[in-house]
């Protein structure tokens, strides 16, 4: 399923929309939303899309969400519900923090690999986690379900950006030899 709005005003229609339906068989969903004047979604359209995923009770394979801003608690119930997600895009969003990267970590000593069949991840937009944490995430996953793919573009160019991406570049770049294939841009 594939969701396009761009609304001229603040009216926030895919909350709306999705508190409608219900997709069991869905395996895919892509919604694009923002304003037209700029700006990203409002949080509740993100946490709309996880009441429909958690309604429809599917077996959701892929996600792609952009222009939003989201709460840690929403992605972190996302990725709880979501076991069959192998690709996940959030693009151009705000809110991404450190604990939701620390949840995907692999621990040895827990039981639950969150999303353990996620091959491809994007995340874009205004990164504020620490990238050690990120790299420590694809590290601990690679032992166990690597990452295929890792996209991250931070959308603000600074001193910050740029040596956060040269560490995910040294740090990562011996996993890129053994198959990753990682993408970062700044701008």
């Not at 353990?116 to 694809?138: C, I, Q």
């Not at 560490?167 to 011996?174: G, K, Q």
């Amino acid at each position: 399923m594939s969701i396009q709005i761009w609304p001229f005003v603040n009216t926030r229609p895919v909350p709306q929309l999705l508190n409608h339906l219900s997709a069991p068989a869905l395996s895919k969903l892509t919604i694009e939303t923002g304003l037209r004047t700029g700006g990203r979604d409002e949080e509740t359209t993100f946490a709309s899309i996880v009441h429909f995923i958690e309604r429809s009770q599917s077996r959701l394979s892929s996600l792609h969400f952009s222009k939003g801003r989201l709460s840690s608690d929403d992605i972190l119930r996302f990725l709880h519900l979501t076991h069959t997600l192998e690709n996940l895009c959030l693009a151009d969003c705000e809110g991404i923090q450190n604990e939701v990267l620390d949840a995907l970590i692999f621990k040895h000593d827990s039981r639950e690999i969150l999303v353990p069949r996620l091959e491809k991840l994007h995340l874009s937009g205004s990164l504020v986690f620490d990238e050690k944490v990120f790299t420590n995430m694809v590290k601990s996953r690679w032992q166990t379900t690597p990452l295929g793919s890792l996209n991250l573009g931070w959308y603000t160019e600074g001193v910050r950006e740029s040596s956060a991406r040269e560490y995910v570049i040294t740090e990562l770049m011996p996993y890129c030899a053994s198959g990753l294939n990682l993408v970062t841009s700044i701008g």
